[in-house]
């Protein structure tokens, strides 16, 4: 088993910054797989940023040059910094975790709420 906390969210006006962390414990490695995904009401949940498998980075459009991914593995917590935030950045972010046997965990996701 994996355990994944989130935290860091909060309600910011447009153009703050937010860094959220996760936290992992369990059957963790420095194989496992852990990035950031956010859902919004009514829409389906979508990957925000990821580790390719080179060691870059991979980012959704809508937050290139604004969010970035980074992890210490030493800590076993993945971090994602929010820079510029927009309204349309509001959602519920989710941690994931992909482990060595083909398991997914979610954590249990962390608010972030953007005014204008």
């Known amino acids: 088993q994996v355990q994944l906390v989130e935290s860091g969210g909060g309600l910011v006006q447009a153009g703050a910054s937010l860094r959220l962390s996760c936290a992992a414990s369990?059957?963790?490695?420095?194989?496992?797989?852990m990035d950031w995904y956010r859902q919004v009401p009514g829409k389906q949940r979508e990957s925000v940023a990821t580790?390719?498998?080179?060691?870059?980075?991979n980012y959704a459009d809508s937050v290139k040059g604004r969010f970035t991914i980074s992890r210490d593995n030493a800590k076993n917590t993945v971090y994602l910094q929010m820079n510029s935030l927009k309204p349309e950045d509001t959602g519920v972010y989710y941690c994931?975790?992909?482990?060595?046997?083909?398991?997914?965990?979610w954590g249990q996701g962390t608010q972030v709420t953007v005014s204008s």
């Open positions: 994931h975790a992909f482990t060595w046997d083909r398991m997914n965990y």
């Open positions: 369990g059957r963790i490695s420095s194989t496992t797989v």
């Open positions: 580790f390719s498998s080179g060691g870059g980075t």
